[in-house]
């Protein structure tokens, strides 16, 4: 099974802040062999591969994806909606499933432009303004659809030229395929150290499962693995991200800095290229609150460039996230033969 084939399956799965375990049984088949495998209290799926002394390393990359959520069946058989971390913009004519007592297949259209008055043309769209269409009437959508029940994005899994693929919800599945690459490198290895692969939940609305894990897990260090801007047409254009140029270690409080020296050096002596971001305060990931739980946590945040974030056409290049589990592994061969208070030492 390859890394191209897990994402795919990732990706077409519905994961929403809250409903994690839904995506369980796409994980279990590929990471079964490299571990055991268990879901934690709010949903957060470990992976935990025992070693042969007491050191834990927590790799972790979140199974949520953005969604909505239904508010309202209107008379005429319409949904309402909330959207959590999507643009209205991007919601336009955006196919999408309702997940009720059963999944039900949705479009969101909106007014023809030749019926539009000119502010209706010239004002932002409103995401109070749109409504999913279902065909059902309210009296059947009434018996299959609650208020409160969730909404994903539909999309299919597209592979474009020079090796980048395109999908939703490759914020973070795409971070999961790393560690799915990181755990087979790892496979043949002996380490002393135990090392888990966190699927972390309600990393969209908080980095909860991030703060949960930690407890449960009290790991000796930790590696968050994220998406982050490219600096293209429509990226950010404060970055020098580029998609195919390898994984981007983030440089920054939230980060340990002998931590994020020593992984750097691994890559130099392993000719991994990889890029560097700064990120002077809040880097809104799961490290943010790794790094502070408990008594504290050296933290890395090592992330893979992506296009077009939180919409159903984010673009990814597959070699960033292959080359993302490949540092890590070397990375994790190499500090389980050190002393950990000797590298951590400020």
């Known amino acids: 099974m390859g890394n191209k084939e897990l994402l795919r399956d990732l990706c077409k799965a519905a994961s929403p802040s809250g409903r994690e375990h839904w995506v369980l049984p796409v994980i279990r088949p590929y990471f079964q062999p490299f571990g055991e495998i268990t879901l934690g209290n709010l949903n957060n799926i470990y992976v935990k591969r025992k070693g042969l002394g007491s050191r834990k390393i927590m790799l972790m990359a979140h199974a949520d994806e953005v969604f909505l959520m239904i508010t309202e069946i209107s008379e005429r058989g319409f949904l309402k909606f909330k959207s959590q971390g999507i643009d209205p913009k991007?919601?336009?004519?955006?196919?999408?499933?309702?997940?009720?007592?059963?999944?039900?297949?949705?479009?969101?259209?909106?007014?023809?432009?030749?019926?539009?008055?000119?502010?209706?043309?010239?004002?932002?769209?409103?995401?109070?303004?749109?409504?999913?269409d279902t065909g059902y009437t309210k009296e059947t959508l009434e018996t299959l659809v609650s208020v409160g029940d969730y909404v994903t994005m539909k999309r299919e899994f597209y592979e474009l030229l020079n090796n980048n693929v395109?999908?939703?919800?490759?914020?973070?599945?795409?971070?999961?395929?790393?560690?799915?690459?990181?755990?087979?490198?790892?496979?043949?290895?002996?380490?002393?150290?135990?090392?888990?692969?966190?699927?972390?939940?309600?990393?969209?609305?908080?980095?909860?499962?991030?703060?949960?894990?930690?407890?449960d897990l009290k790991p000796d260090i930790a590696i968050a693995i994220d998406v982050t801007f490219d600096s293209g047409n429509f990226g950010a254009k404060d970055r020098e991200n580029k998609l195919g140029a390898g994984p981007v270690i983030c440089v920054g409080p939230n980060i340990h800095p002998?931590?994020?020296?020593?992984?750097?050096?691994?890559?130099?002596?392993?000719?991994?290229?990889?890029?560097?971001?700064?990120?002077?305060?809040?880097?809104?990931?799961?490290?943010?609150?790794?790094?502070?739980?408990?008594?504290?946590?050296?933290?890395?945040?090592?992330?893979?460039?992506?296009?077009?974030?939180?919409?159903?056409?984010?673009?990814?290049?597959?070699?960033?996230?292959?080359?993302?589990?490949?540092?890590?592994?070397?990375?994790?061969?190499?500090?389980?033969?050190?002393?950990?208070?000797?590298?951590?030492?400020?």
């Open 90 to 132: 991007v919601l336009v004519s955006q196919e999408v499933c309702i997940h009720g007592k059963k999944e039900i297949l949705g479009i969101i259209g909106i007014k023809p432009p030749h019926l539009m008055k000119k502010e209706e043309k010239e004002n932002p769209i409103d995401v109070d303004d749109l409504i999913i």
């Open 258 to 346: 002998r931590l994020k020296q020593y992984i750097m050096d691994v890559a130099n002596q392993c000719n991994i290229k990889y890029q560097i971001e700064v990120e002077p305060g809040n880097t809104g990931t799961d490290a943010w609150d790794i790094q502070v739980a408990g008594l504290g946590i050296p933290t890395l945040l090592i992330s893979i460039p992506i296009k077009y974030m939180h919409t159903s056409v984010e673009v990814v290049n597959m070699e960033d996230i292959k080359n993302t589990g490949k540092l890590i592994s070397k990375f994790i061969e190499k500090i389980d033969k050190e002393e950990l208070e000797e590298v951590l030492c400020f």
């Open 166 to 215: 395109t999908s939703k919800a490759i914020d973070d599945r795409a971070g999961i395929v790393a560690m799915y690459k990181c755990a087979k490198d790892l496979a043949k290895v002996k380490l002393r150290s135990e090392v888990v692969f966190v699927c972390s939940a309600q990393e969209e609305v908080g980095h909860r499962g991030a703060q949960t894990a930690c407890f």
